[in-house]
């Protein structure tokens, strides 16, 4: 199914030339170029008065063990909500991890379970700066903080960056119990151990319209539910709230045969909202050591853009480590998609398990085009992976 997946998608790709020999390269900093000083890169929106120039965003890895089970759950997870952005990606025997974006650290809630660091998300916050907090780190990951000199920006425990919720130990597994705040950050940083300032502000984490412009309606068909598959294990479903134009995220146990909605404990029983749903297909194999999930990153491939209650296909690159995320257009131009101001959630995805992705309860066509208004192309001799 990989190879046939593979082979129709990069088919969908050829007319999507590359202008150089690392996608991006070439192109990168033109989201850079074009943003208002006025605007916050990781939202859009436009930057409040007490706004943080020249300090560094952070990056958290939140735990995403979900199992029947309350000692051996991080679920629920606090400070996704008021994350600017939230990464999903898979990191080892089918399960998956949150990394949490946050522009201004002084207004950071408590935010965790805090868990450890994968090369994967390494390679999606270096190219915004982020001081980065983990507890511990994947040899990759490891290798690629320390070959790319990061050590000044890696926030780590041992300098009191985390704490321990007393009242969860003994009711959860010792790795759920573990947060950070902005004022145990703020502390740390005071130290004088991190390099927290920056020269310029942070890249652009999209090509953004313009906050004080009518936000874009996307071109292609009303989608009001998406679901997809990380693993054989753990799957989600993203459903549209047309009442406050959001999305709220159902994760699903696979092996376990139950959900949840996800929901920030900061906050009670209220589901974590988003405004932009970006899903971003691409292999996904096993390192060496069997285990650790390898993503690829370096190429980019297909992807569905989701606002509003519509999706727009587009095309997605990075390169390499310290090269930014982009988001383009379908044309073979590389021209940078522009994403409307908000939160922003951002799963990528395994292309063994496209024969499992659904829009409005229906198998996507493989190489179905969701860019026109017509009626959506299904499949329904696909089945969903195993």
Request: proline share 5%; aromatic share 12%; charged share 25%.
């Amino acid at each position: 199914m990989k190879k046939f997946i593979c082979a129709v998608l990069a088919a969908a790709l050829a007319v999507t030339a590359f202008t150089g020999c690392v996608p991006g390269s070439e192109n990168s900093r033109q989201q850079q170029e074009e943003k208002s000083w006025n605007q916050n890169p990781l939202t859009g929106e436009e930057q409040s008065v007490d706004y943080p120039y020249g300090n560094r965003p952070v990056a958290v890895m939140v735990n995403n063990m979900m199992d029947d089970t309350s000692y051996q759950i991080s679920w629920p997870q606090k400070g996704l909500a008021d994350a600017d952005a939230v990464f999903e990606m898979e990191t080892e025997g089918g399960i998956t991890r949150y990394m949490a974006l946050f522009r201004d650290w002084t207004k950071m809630p408590v935010v965790g379970p805090i868990r450890s660091a994968r090369d994967q998300f390494v390679q999606m916050m270096m190219p915004y700066g982020c001081l980065y907090v983990h507890d511990g780190a994947s040899t990759y990951a490891k290798t690629m903080l320390e070959t790319y000199s990061y050590q000044r920006k890696d926030l780590i425990p041992g300098l009191g960056i985390t704490f321990r919720d007393e009242s969860l130990i003994g009711k959860r597994a010792y790795e759920h119990t573990e947060f950070t705040s902005g004022e145990l950050i703020t502390d740390a940083i005071q130290s004088g151990k991190y390099e927290i300032d920056t020269q310029e502000e942070p890249m652009n984490l999209f090509h953004w319209v313009k906050y004080d412009e009518p936000a874009r309606v996307l071109n292609g068909v009303d989608v009001n539910e998406i679901e997809w598959r990380f693993s054989n294990s753990y799957a989600a479903k993203m459903t549209y709230n047309p009442e406050n134009n959001t999305y709220t995220k159902e994760h699903i146990n696979l092996y376990r045969n139950f959900s949840r909605p996800l929901i920030d404990a900061n906050y009670g029983e209220q589901p974590v909202e988003f405004d932009n749903v970006l899903l971003l297909w691409t292999q996904i194999d096993k390192y060496p050591d069997g285990v650790l999930s390898d993503v690829s990153l370096e190429w980019g491939g297909v992807g569905y853009y989701y606002n509003g209650g519509k999706v727009e296909k587009v095309r997605w690159l990075k390169g390499m480590p310290y090269e930014p995320l982009r988001i383009v257009s379908l044309d073979g131009t590389e021209t940078d998609v522009e994403i409307n101001v908000g939160k922003s959630y951002i799963a990528v995805v395994d292309l063994d398990y496209f024969g499992a992705f659904k829009m409005n309860g229906e198998v996507v066509d493989v190489a179905g085009d969701y860019t026109s208004a017509e009626e959506m192309p299904v499949e329904p001799g696909v089945e969903a992976a195993e």
